[in-house]
């Protein structure tokens, strides 16, 4: 612009002709402005386009998810169910469950947990100890979540627990206050002298519960007895035999116990012997009190830390085992009705159980 002001000094006669052209150019530079203007904005506007296509791709980002629970049963199925319902609420129709059931086989878990790691799923949820064994044999990149998991220090072998694995393995458990469960039994029964401890020897955190709770029950005072059963198959000859040199029986939080409450409760009613039970499943099948958990509430906790590791990049290995947010004292109240026991006070009625 200098140029064209000293020309238009100097040439007085082209004064017209040179403010034409000094127009032009200034047209000229405006029109350049308002490219590079429009430019920027189509860059800034590409930018943006591109920032949004990005952040629809992830939000558009699905999850295959698969799912090995032992055996059906109330407190497992509830578990499954919750953590479903956690998982389906956060992410809709962008997670899809490959859901397979053991039938209570431990060999059946190894090979559906091995069918997840051929179809390379995004994560596993163990649903029980033996499901838990599985995957870890199965696969140590694989994010797994378990849950009804009692001890993960005994369930992975774990000598120096800190309270997280280490591992590619994190979820919850389904411990209720062992203590606190043989102060149940000593609450309702505190003249008895016998117990009898009933519990699955192939389940390891069966074992694991029956050691710490014989500890308490000795320390209130009780003689404790172990009752083991390998399988289904032998359970009828071991209730017997426990009903039969025992005032009150204990069962854990064991599988097999519970798919075969129906034939602990066959045995131990007609011979007037009651079921203090680890979980309220175990206790509406065959049992009088428990000191209960929702397992619908620690399936929906694994369902969240699955959310925080799939879509916002949680570590499994450091998150921290989590328990139930609660418990709850309940009883059956027609089994007690039945057996004719009174029940102490602060205890809950299982729904139904009055039917």
């Known amino acids: 612009m200098k140029k064209v002001l000293a020309t238009l000094m100097t040439m007085g006669l082209a004064v017209s002709m040179l403010a034409g052209c000094g127009t032009k150019d200034a047209a000229s530079t405006e029109a350049q402005t308002k490219t590079a203007e429009s430019v920027a904005e189509d860059t800034s506007a590409a930018e943006d386009t591109d920032a949004a296509d990005s952040d629809a791709a ?7 998810i698969g799912i090995c629970q032992l055996v059906q049963h109330d407190a497992l199925d509830a578990a499954t169910q919750g953590f479903k319902d956690a998982l389906t609420e956060k992410l809709g129709d962008r997670v899809s469950f490959d859901e397979q059931n053991a039938s209570g086989d431990p060999v059946n878990c190894a090979t559906i947990v091995n069918q ?6 995004d994560l596993i949820l163990a649903n029980a100890t033996a499901s838990l064994q599985a995957a870890a044999a199965a696969t140590d990149s694989i994010p797994i979540l378990g849950t009804s998991i009692t001890d993960y220090a005994t369930a992975l072998e774990i000598d120096d627990w800190t309270g997280t694995t280490g591992k ?3 979820g919850t458990s389904d411990l209720a206050p062992l203590d606190q469960q043989a102060q149940i039994l000593n609450e309702m029964f505190p003249d008895a002298k016998n117990v009898g401890l009933l519990f699955c020897s192939a389940e390891a955190n069966s074992a694991y519960q029956i050691g710490v709770i014989k500890e308490a029950l000795e320390g209130l005072g009780y003689t404790c007895k172990e009752y083991s059963f390998a399988d289904s198959n032998d359970i009828a000859s071991v209730v017997t035999s426990a009903v039969s ?3 009150v029986l204990y069962v854990p939080t064991d599988n097999t116990a519970a798919s075969n409450a129906e034939v602990i409760n066959n045995i131990c009613v007609p011979a007037g ?4 039970a680890g979980e309220e499943g175990i206790c509406n099948g065959c049992g009088i009190a428990t000191l209960s958990i929702a397992y619908h509430d620690i399936g929906y906790k694994a369902g969240e830390m699955a959310y925080e590791i799939l879509v916002n990049g949680a570590d499994v290995s ?4 989590e328990f139930a947010p609660q418990v709850t004292k309940k009883y059956h109240a027609s089994r007690c009705e039945e057996l004719n026991i009174t029940v102490p006070e602060g205890y809950e009625p299982i729904e139904g159980s009055a039917e």
Do not use: C, K, L
Not at 318 to 321: A, G, L, Q, W
């Open 58 to 64: 992830a939000g558009d980002e699905t999850y295959t």
């Open 116 to 121: 997840f790691v051929s179809a390379d799923v």
């Open 168 to 170: 590619n393995i994190s």
């Open 245 to 247: 040199e025992n005032e």
């Open 273 to 276: 012997i009651p079921v203090i």
């Open 318 to 321: 450091t998150m921290p085992i």
